[in-house]
C-alpha cells in the first residue's frame, strides 16, 4: 500500500539549514506528484511546495520561495525538502503527502509528519 514517511526535522536556529526527506513506498514518484505542507498549532494546514510527476515542475508557497527547494531522487523514490534561512514562523509539523500530477493541493496519502522547530 502507500506509504510516506517523512523524516529529518529537528530544533534549529533562525537562519539556520535543515533538509527534510520523504521517503515513499507502494507507489513510484514517477506516478505521483509530491507535495510537502505544514501544520502549526493554531494554524490552518498550509502547503508549503509541490513537484509534478510528469515534468518535474516545483511550486512553492510565496511563505518559502527562495528559502526552500523542493527535489526528488526517483532511484531512492525519496523526496527532499531542503530548508534554508529558517524563520521562527517555519515551526510546525510538515508533512509530505500525494498529489494530483498538477499539484492542486488535493491530497490523498500522507505520512505521519516531522516536527521543525526554529527558536534561538
Known amino acids: 500500500q502507500v506509504q510516506l514517511v517523512e523524516s529529518g526535522g529537528g530544533l534549529v536556529q533562525p537562519g539556520g539549514s535543515l533538509r527534510l526527506s520523504c521517503a515513499a513506498s507502494?507507489?513510484?514518484?514517477?506516478?505521483?506528484?509530491i507535495a510537502w505542507f505544514r501544520q502549526a498549532p493554531g494554524k490552518e494546514r498550509e502547503g508549503v511546495s509541490c513537484i509534478s510527476s510528469n515534468d518535474g515542475s516545483t511550486y512553492y508557497a510565496d511563505s518559502v520561495k527562495g528559502r526552500f527547494t523542493i527535489s526528488r531522487d526517483n532511484a531512492k523514490n525519496t523526496v527532499y525538502l531542503q530548508m534554508n534561512s529558517l524563520k521562527t514562523e517555519d515551526t510546525a509539523v510538515y508533512y509530505c503527502?500525494?498529489?494530483?500530477?498538477?499539484?492542486?493541493?488535493?491530497?490523498?496519502?500522507w505520512g505521519q509528519g516531522t516536527q521543525v522547530t526554529v527558536s534561538s
Open positions: 507502494g507507489f513510484s514518484l514517477e506516478s505521483s506528484a
Open positions: 503527502a500525494t498529489d494530483t500530477p498538477l499539484c492542486e493541493a488535493k491530497y490523498d496519502s
